[in-house]
């Protein structure tokens, strides 16, 4: 039973820390990345609270060294979704009923393992599992994830402090409950701080979880839940299981007790389940809260007065950063013909100065694409763009897989604006350019705005400020997150709340407290200190 008013320490976002030579993070990270190569891993699923060892091994490889084995993960099968569901139920009423500062204090507490003791595992697992470089994973699953962990509660404080008038003779209040059943985690490869995010959110407000990974994202899924279980979570709020995706759909959604899904990854997948959601309305106890984001094809679109430099930077790193493999990376650029002879002159200096392979050696930035499929459908883009009179590659469009799986850094002049990789998501290292003349900036516009059914992120380039309002008139809806004179990359928590609308999602922006109301379902009390004795009202007396 509380019995004080709680309020946590308004957080500041997390230092990133640099990794340049000669420094102590620098060191101890690489030593951390030499000992997961050393010592392989067996990785079990954890549901209630109990390790999950099957006779299904599946070898964990780096994308870019992938004869060489990190460890293995212990696959599941409908069964085990079925008791993690169990485990959530079983586990819903104490969790629920705890006061909401003890919850707190578990995700505070796993924010400052992280930041500590965990820092350099986590960043290393995010490296070699995923292919991310140094400052990548350290942005990613250090940062941003105890960013989420710490600003999650002073949102989930300023949401319970949230409370409707009162008039004399009465006090309203608000409660916000958690929702009745368990919540469906379903995480992506690419960003260790969601597949974080995704189950912690739901559970800090009170719910309990079931938290399906990537398979390629395994490896450090299961520190997350290492560290979650050292900060104290109890048994059976978060169940992790490595199950395939239409098993694990087929126990969840057909469930009565399904509450909601909370969801990064494919329009295609997240379209599904919505489809079958549909389907099963009637069965669920309640309206399922579907909570999503999902693709992109985001843009930079530069204005006749932009400045050039920083709009070459931004290109470069918005859309090479993580091999393209971001919701949010750069895929397609409108430029200005008054710009593109100098922009492409630094772009495609900047891309001869990448240098590409594995993680392991700090001076890569670039590194491999996740596994052999992302490979192939990244590659079949850029044979067809070469093969295609309307487009022509300008740089890279070499891929290998012999060791690692290697896409260069691509870069397509379109000749039409409707190209197919102007439209079409790629997520990899693909940026498609097309030139347009500088006196039809309105109709590019227009074009920007209508050529993609996604609407994540985008970002102009202009120091013209009518060119800016204009921007920001004609894209108010092509975007979730919109960028002025930047990359339309890299949002961080409580300043740039992250997702988009259209086909990208629901846009319940992660990283603010618009998020955590997803998760809980308000109920108004009212309580009347002298209630009426008499039905009658003064207006119905006589004269």
Not at 148 to 176: D, H, K, L, T
Not at 374 to 391: E, L, Q, T, V
Request: proline share 6%; net charge positive.
């Amino acid at each position: 039973m509380s019995s004080g008013f709680f309020i946590p320490t308004f957080p500041q976002n997390e230092p990133v820390k640099s990794y340049a030579p000669g420094s102590e993070e620098r060191f101890r990270l690489k030593e951390e990345i030499e000992s997961l190569r050393r010592n392989e891993s067996e990785i079990h699923m954890h549901i209630g609270g109990k390790e999950m060892i099957t006779n299904n091994r599946i070898a964990i490889t780096p994308p870019h060294d992938h004869k060489h084995i990190l460890g293995y993960f212990h696959k599941g099968g409908k069964k085990h979704v079925q008791l993690a569901i169990e485990a959530a139920l079983a586990a819903k009423e104490a969790w629920a009923s705890l006061p909401w500062e003890q919850r707190a204090s578990v995700f505070l507490k796993a924010a400052d393992l992280l930041a500590g003791p965990y820092r350099y595992k986590m960043n290393a697992a995010t490296m070699l599992c995923q292919s991310k470089n140094a400052f990548q994973a350290e942005i990613d699953s250090a940062c941003e994830l105890i960013d989420f962990f710490r600003f999650n509660v002073w949102f989930m404080a300023e949401i319970y402090r949230g409370q409707p008038a009162s008039s004399p003779g009465m006090w309203n209040r608000m409660e916000y409950r958690p929702l009745e059943g368990f919540v469906w985690a379903l995480t992506p490869f690419n960003f260790t701080s969601i597949a974080g995010n995704l189950p912690a959110s739901p559970a800090l407000m009170g719910n309990t979880v079931v938290w399906k990974p990537s398979n390629t994202q395994i490896y450090s899924a299961a520190i997350i839940m290492e560290i979650l279980e050292k900060a104290g979570l109890p048994p059976g709020v978060i169940n992790l299981v490595f199950t395939s995706g239409p098993e694990t759909a087929d126990a969840v959604l057909n469930h009565p007790a399904f509450a909601g899904i909370h969801y990064t990854g494919s329009t295609g997948v997240f379209n599904s389940v919505w489809k079958k959601v549909g389907e099963n309305i009637g069965i669920y106890k309640s309206y399922p809260r579907i909570v999503g984001e999902t693709g992109g094809k985001d843009f930079i679109l530069a204005h006749k007065s932009a400045d050039v430099k920083p709009l070459a930077t931004a290109m470069a790193r918005g859309a090479f950063e993580y091999q393209g493999q971001k919701c949010s990376a750069a895929s397609r650029a409108y430029i200005p013909s008054n710009l593109w002879p100098d922009v492409k002159e630094l772009l495609l200096k900047d891309i001869r100065s990448f240098k590409m392979g594995g993680v392991e050696d700090f001076s890569n930035f670039i590194n491999a694409v996740i596994n052999e499929e992302a490979f192939d459908s990244i590659k079949k883009f850029i044979d067809g763009a070469r093969k295609d009179n309307d487009a022509e590659i300008i740089a890279g469009g070499r891929c290998d897989k012999t060791k690692g799986y290697f896409i260069e850094p691509t870069v397509i002049l379109a000749k039409k604006p409707r190209y197919t990789t102007m439209c079409e998501e790629i997520f990899g290292p693909v940026l498609t350019v097309y030139v347009y003349n500088p006196s039809r900036y309105s109709e590019t516009l227009d074009l920007v705005n209508t050529t993609s059914p996604y609407a994540l992120t985008g970002s102009i380039f202009a120091q013209d400020r009518y060119a800016v309002e204009l921007a920001c008139k004609k894209l108010e809806n092509s975007s979730g997150n919109f960028y002025i004179n930047d990359k339309p990359t890299g949002a961080v928590v409580n300043q740039q709340p992250f997702g988009g609308a259209r086909k990208s999602g629901t846009n319940d922006k992660a990283g603010s407290k618009y998020n955590l109301l997803r998760w809980v379902s308000p109920r108004s009390i009212k309580e009347t200190f002298v209630p009426p004795v008499d039905y009658r009202y003064p207006f119905m007396e006589g004269k």
